[in-house]
C-alpha cells in the first residue's frame, strides 16, 4: 500500500512539473558526398526552466562525454537549449559515429556498470545506409530504428506508469541538399506522416518515446568528387581541341606556297 502510494506521489509530481516539457530533436544534415553533421538539441520547457535550473547543467557533461571522442561538441545555447554536433565525413562515417553517441555503451555491459550522476537514458540505435555512386551524385537509401522504450520515465516491470508521450516531444529530421522521399511502410497506423520543410528539403518524423521507431527514406545529394573529375575532363578536352585546331604547326607543302606568295 505504502509502495502504491509514493508511485502516486511521485506520478502526482512529474505530471505537474514535467508535463510536455522536454523537446529532443535529432537530425542528419548531408550537404554533399564528403560533408554533413549529426545534430541533437534539447530544448526544455519553461516549466523546466523554473523548477529544474540544473538539469542542463547535469546533462552537458554527459553529451560532452559522448560526442567530444567523436570530434563532436556540446553547449549549452541558453538556460532551455543545449546543442550538439558531430562531422561525419562519408557514409561509413556516419553510421559509425550516430551508432557510438546513441550506443556508448554495450547492451550486454549496461545493467553491469554504474552510470555517473547526469548520465542521459540509454537507448539503442541501428542505422543503415546503402550508396550508389552515379558520378554526379550519390543515391542514398537511409534506414534507422530507434528502440526508445527507455525513455520511459516511471515504469513497473512491465508496463509504463506515466506515459511518456506527455513528456517528451521527439523528431528526427534529415535535411539534404536537393530533398528526399520518405517510406511509409504498408503497417503504419493512420495519421501517421511525414511531414516537410524548407520547401521539401528536410523531412521531419515525430517519433513515439517508450516504443521501437522505425523509418526509412531515400535521398540524392552532390558528389564533388565527381563533379571536379567531370570538370576536369572537360577542361582538358577543351585545351586538346583549341590546340588542335589553333596551335598545329603548318605543312611545308603550305609553307612553300606562303613563301611564293610573299616573293
Known sequence: MLKKLRVLIVVGMVSLLLGGCVRSQVGIEFRDQTH???????????????????????????????????????????????????????????????????NPIAPSSRQKLDLPEGELPQFSSDLGLTQNNLIFALRNHLSLEL?????????????????????????????????????????????????????????????????????????????????????IAGFVYLGFLLKSRFLTPSSPQNAGVTAVEEG
Not at 71 to 83: Q, Y
Not at 177 to 204: F, H, M, Q, Y
Open 147 to 231: 528502440d526508445l522504450r527507455s525513455l520511459a520515465l516511471i515504469s513497473t516491470d512491465e508496463n509504463a506508469i506515466v506515459g511518456t508521450g506527455n513528456l517528451l516531444e521527439f523528431e528526427f529530421t534529415l535535411a539534404t541538399p536537393w530533398g528526399g522521399r520518405a517510406i511509409v511502410p504498408e503497417t503504419a497506423v493512420e495519421g501517421e506522416s511525414v511531414a516537410t520543410r524548407d520547401n521539401g528539403k528536410v523531412l521531419v518524423w515525430t517519433l513515439k518515446p517508450g516504443e521501437i521507431n522505425r523509418l526509412e527514406a531515400v535521398f540524392w545529394v552532390p558528389s564533388p568528387i565527381g563533379i571536379g573529375a567531370a570538370a
Open 36 to 102: 554533413g553533421q549529426i545534430v541533437g538539441h534539447i530544448i526544455l520547457g519553461e516549466q523546466m526552466t523554473r523548477f529544474g535550473q540544473d538539469v542542463a547543467k547535469e546533462w552537458l557533461p554527459s553529451l560532452n562525454r559522448r560526442a567530444k571522442p567523436l570530434n563532436g561538441k556540446a553547449r549549452r545555447l541558453s538556460e532551455r537549449e543545449i546543442e550538439v554536433t558531430i562531422p561525419f565525413y562519408n557514409g561509413a562515417d556516419l553510421q559509425n559515429k550516430f551508432t557510438a553517441f546513441f
